[in-house]
């Protein structure tokens, strides 16, 4: 199980190092994300991409995680806050938007999972899988932007679609129900992981200075970490001759 853990902190931590060089990179781009009250729009792009590079180097290395990971999640809830819910509250009828937002969640629970603080793991476990059943049923709209993940030379596309989505779903419950140990999570990961790299890695070797796609690529990337790391975690149930006791493993 740590492998699946160190893994998944790889993934993760190397999804937020790409984020934060693009902070950087795309600064004044970057700056406009930032909601038009806040004043130093330019330090806050870069304050977050020194962050974003620190707290991944910290989780690699394994040195004052804690705190790197709680830091990701509060900078995350607030993008969440700040930037999607007034997003979906301007466009609720784009689909897109959601997607994002959700995305957001998952990895934010990601960070939580990250922490090793059980209490902070089983909240992130959710954060983490049921945004995942949201994204789930998106591929069963056949939104454009969902399908278009699926290959276009997979043979009888909108079929895989519906399996990617029924098998997200499937897994991401049983993460949150915890059956099956880590299988339903391992089951995630390698799938998006499989398709993760069937659809981004061409595009980015079409296009390798393409900063949009860095950054669906790196999204991708960072939930399969989340995926490795929900498989390692214990698994916490209720022994049936002792109820009241609860059981970790």
């Given at each position: 199980?740590?492998?699946?853990?160190?893994?998944?902190?790889?993934?993760?931590a190397?999804?937020?190092?790409?984020?934060?060089?693009?902070?950087?990179?795309?600064?004044?781009?970057?700056?406009?994300?930032?909601?038009?009250?806040?004043?130093?729009k330019?330090?806050w792009?870069y304050?977050?991409?020194?962050?974003?590079?620190?707290?991944?180097?910290?989780?690699i290395?394994?040195?004052?995680?804690?705190?790197?990971?709680?830091?990701?999640?509060?900078?995350?809830?607030?993008?969440?806050?700040?930037?999607?819910?007034?997003?979906?509250?301007s466009?609720?009828?784009?689909?897109?938007?959601?997607?994002?937002?959700?995305?957001?969640?998952?990895?934010?629970?990601?960070?939580?999972?990250v922490?090793?603080?059980?209490?902070?793991?089983?909240?992130?476990?959710?954060?983490?899988?049921?945004?995942?059943?949201?994204?789930?049923?998106?591929?069963?709209?056949?939104?454009?932007f969902?399908?278009?993940?699926?290959?276009?030379?997979?043979?009888?596309?909108?079929?895989?679609d519906?399996?990617?989505?029924?098998?997200?779903?499937?897994?991401?419950i049983?993460?949150?129900?915890?059956r099956?140990?880590?299988?339903?999570?391992?089951i995630?990961?390698?799938?998006?992981?499989?398709?993760?790299?069937?659809?981004?890695?061409?595009?980015?070797?079409?296009?390798?200075?393409?900063?949009?796609?860095?950054?669906?690529?790196?999204?991708?990337?960072?939930?399969?970490?989340?995926?490795?790391?929900?498989?390692?975690?214990?698994?916490?149930?209720?022994?049936?001759?002792?109820?009241?006791?609860l059981?970790?493993?």
């Open positions: 199980m740590d492998k699946l853990t160190i893994t998944g902190k790889w993934f993760y190397a999804a937020f190092i790409i984020f934060g060089i693009q902070h950087f990179m795309y600064a004044q781009f970057v700056a406009t994300l930032v909601p038009a009250w806040i004043p130093l330019l330090f792009a304050f977050v991409g020194v962050a974003f590079i620190l707290a991944s180097i910290s989780i290395i394994n040195k004052y995680a804690l705190f790197s990971s709680v830091l990701l999640g509060i900078i995350l809830a607030m993008f969440i806050v700040l930037i999607h819910i007034p997003n979906l509250v466009h609720p009828q784009e689909p897109q938007r959601w997607t994002r937002a959700l995305q957001d969640v998952v990895i934010m629970g990601t960070a939580l999972m922490t090793g603080e059980l209490k902070l793991q089983t909240a992130g476990k959710y954060l983490f899988a049921v945004p995942i059943i949201i994204l789930a049923l998106q591929h069963f709209t056949h939104a454009s969902v399908t278009a993940k699926v290959p276009a030379w997979f043979p009888a596309v909108e079929v895989w519906y399996i990617v989505g029924v098998v997200m779903a499937i897994a991401a049983g993460i949150i129900t915890n099956y140990m880590g299988a339903p999570a391992l995630l990961a390698l799938l998006l992981l499989t398709f993760a790299l069937l659809y981004h890695v061409p595009l980015l070797l079409a296009d390798a200075h393409n900063g949009q796609q860095w950054t669906g690529a790196m999204l991708d990337i960072a939930i399969v970490g989340g995926a490795f790391i929900a498989a390692a975690l214990p698994a916490v149930y209720y022994k049936p001759s002792q109820s009241s006791n059981i970790t493993k």
